[in-house]
């Protein structure tokens, strides 16, 4: 979404009432989320924030040592598990 429109924070906070499911992966190369041009640390907090309830998903083919990598995802996301 952040690739092809922009403003992804509005777009999803405009539709958080009819969005069950976020899919994350870094971009370009849909790599660790927490690699790349998008912010997810602050999509998150700010979604979560404005009352979104629904699942996160990621994938992504990793660059990194998978289990660090798992590690940081965790640190990154686990503020706004319920």
Known sequence: M????GDCIRTIIENKDIIDH?????NPGRHE???????????I?????AGFQG???IEYAPVENTRE???K??????????
């Open 73 to 82: 995802l965790y640190k990154m996301f686990q503020p706004y598990m319920n």
């Open 33 to 43: 989320p927490y690699i790349g041009e998008i912010n997810y640390p602050e999509i």
């Open 2 to 5: 952040e690739v092809m429109e």
């Open 55 to 57: 699942n996160v998903g």
């Open 69 to 71: 990598g798992l590690e």
């Open 45 to 49: 907090r700010m979604v979560s924030e």
């Open 22 to 26: 976020l899919h994350c992966a870094g």
